[in-house]
């Protein structure tokens, strides 16, 4: 079944960025992410800068689903953990569930280290992604349940 | 997946092209980014071969504007067209939220054209999805070219359930915005149903 499409509260949000930004500490990470599998960003921190960040969880979303399809194909349900090491950034990304964590790291921080809090952290992400997708499947308060044909029309004029 | 984000008050929707190869699917994104001012857009990522056949995919972010105080952003997509990339195909219908079908109005790729339609439906319903239920274009693009088939011909052979038939030359532009508004405005009509 296609996944229902995700609300994601003021308070839901914050909740998540002070995650991801104990993550980031205790990894001592530059960036970390939070990335539907559809490759939507939904949440970012750290030293993001100039980074194109909807590019980068977009990429990071077709990385994982070809990687995922190479393990279909070897009898694997999916690769749940992908690493990139470069000569001074890296990237760690954990799948949970429906969502990818992604953490870029330079010398500050090891792999080993990265994988470590990624996966302690991934039990709490994901339980709270649960309580989310819950919500917003329950969730009859959209904010488009009253948009016009006028409000869609002036997107285009 | 349609993602709707209160804190930043941002709503995001993925909108995938699909066709067989060398329709213009690319051509059709990259005549977008030429035209859309540099803030409304972000960067034309194209994962193609040295030859510039899609490999991959190509991605484009596009924020349309505000809707009752959300920003409205568009992810928009395109699958390689070539047969054997079918693998690649699936993976990007993941979380697809539109689908426009452009389709190459050359006779000679008529049968391209079914075949890819069929593996769309195909693709689709491994993800879950119906095409007839789902927000859904059909663009009739190459228009300017001598040995094409007429209109009404393609429509009766590709149209699937009435949905809007748009006829474009993506490399002149023309038709192009007129397919991503129909798209568009269905995906946000959807949002309103809830």
Known sequence: MPDTPILLREQQYHQIKAVLTRLRKDASAKVVFLVGKDGQEI????EVGSLDTTSLASLAAGNVAATGGMAQLIGEKEFPTLSHEGERE???ICVIGRLLLMVVFDERSSLGLVKLRSRQFSHQIATMFEAIAEASSEDLDSPFAGITDEDIESLFS | MTFINYASREINCKIVYYGPGLCGKTTNLQHIFDSTAPQSRGKLISLATETDRTLFFDFMPLELGTVRGFKTRFHL???PGQVFYD?????????VDGVVFVADSQEERMDANVESLHNLEENLRAQGYDLMTMPYVLQLNKRDLPNIIPTEDLAAELQRK???????????GTGVFDTLKAVAKQVLTELRKG
């Open chain 1, 43 to 46: 949440a970012s921190q750290g």
């Open chain 2, 162 to 172: 009435g949905e809007p038939v748009v006829e474009a030359v993506a490399s002149s």
């Open chain 1, 90 to 92: 890296s990237i760690h």
């Open chain 2, 77 to 79: 997509y395109t699958v």
């Open chain 2, 87 to 95: 693998a690649s195909r699936k993976l990007i219908l993941k979380g």
